[in-house]
């Protein structure tokens, strides 16, 4: 079993960026593609990005391609999530979460995900 831990969230004014941190802990986390999703209250979840097991290869919403990168740095077992320009409407809790592909170079936003972090909050005001 996967443990994932997000920090980096905060307030952050309109225009500005955060970079978020996915620390992730347990057996064999090299094999798993890491994902990060968003949920603002009483709304459903929404998929941001993905990265594959070895790094090589991401994944974006539509919505999100162009503000949002995703890295990992398997040897830190650290997933980022480096967002910029950002907007009031970005405000949410952002979670990262894990799952394992048949093939390690692939992820998917829409697949099921395993293993959750208990999620940072972000809030997008001035």
């Known amino acids: 079993q996967l443990q994932l831990v997000e920090s980096g969230g905060g307030l952050v004014q309109p225009g500005g960026s955060l970079r978020l941190s996915c620390v992730v802990s347990g057996p064999n986390v090299d094999a798993y593609a890491i994902a990060w999703f968003r949920q603002v209250a009483g709304k459903a979840r929404e998929g941001i990005s993905c990265?594959?097991?070895?790094?090589?290869?991401?994944y974006y919403a539509d919505s999100m391609k162009g503000r949002f990168t995703v890295s990992r740095d398997n040897a830190k077992k650290t997933v980022y999530l480096q967002m910029t320009k950002l907007k009031p409407e970005d405000t949410a809790v952002y979670y990262c979460s894990s799952a394992v592909f048949l093939v390690q170079t692939t992820c998917d936003l829409r697949s099921h995900f395993d293993f959750w972090g208990q999620g940072t909050q972000v809030t997008v005001s001035s």
């Open positions: 990265i594959s097991a070895e790094g090589g290869n991401t």
